[in-house]
């Protein structure tokens, strides 16, 4: 099951299949030591960019994951699935409609087994994410320990994903989206540039996840494997 091996990551780096990105730099990233690479993105994803961000990562033993935006670029050689789940939206689209669309025409091909739900809480109201989602991002701590709460107790879902998406977060809103879980593993992504940064979100959360950085300094986001993983968590 795909929620099991979630269980296991300290560290993700996610790779956008619209960006662009050298092969010394794609090696450097695969060869990190990092626990999975996810491939996803919020816009210009198609089935063409996907696969050949796939072809070029599948060079190496690294596992690899596709969080699933747009349902014409789902390629069922990945690894697993990842299925965000906006809970703070304000288009329902983003909280079940994708969903729903997609069910209903592959919903007989879907290997349940690899596929894990996220629940997504946008914190950056400036973030592509957050526009296209029409976010209600301005939470309050209370807000945000629901949302977590919500993701685990009532929805079941394996990972409650704290997204700010261009800035580092809040540390008060990422301890209040934990105080809401006890199983579900909490992600954090947003904002990582420094070693300082990198080693905070891995005191504040389970998984830590690295994008943007990848993008403009390839060193920087090699280290922060090595940053998070040899930063104890919080304890709660």
Known sequence: MLAERVASWRHVFKLDP?????????????????????????????????????????RYDVP??????????????????????????GDPHWVIGAH????????SFIPWERVAAEGYVILNPDSKVARLTQARSSLSEEEVTAYA?????????????????GCFGDPRLIRAARAGISRSRLFYGGGISTPEQAREAARLA?????????????????????????TP????
């Open 100 to 107: 729903h669309e997609a069910v209903k025409v592959y919903g």
């Open 64 to 89: 690899c994951y596709q969080e699933i935006s747009k349902k014409s670029a789902v390629i069922p050689e990945f690894d697993g699935f990842l299925i965000p789940v906006v809970l703070n939206a």
């Open 206 to 230: 389970d998984t830590v996840v690295v994008g943007n950085l990848i993008y403009y300094n390839v060193d920087a986001a090699v280290q922060t494997v090595r940053h998070v993983k040899e």
């Open 18 to 58: 619209n960006r662009v990105i050298s092969d010394g730099a794609l090696d450097r990233i695969c060869r990190s030591g990092t626990d999975a690479v996810v491939i996803g993105g919020t816009d210009g994803i198609t089935y063409e960019n996907t696969w050949e961000l796939l072809k070029r990562v599948r």
């Open 149 to 165: 709460r919500l993701a685990e107790h009532l929805f079941r879902m394996p990972i409650v994903y704290v997204e700010y998406s």
């Open 233 to 236: 968590k919080e304890m709660s």
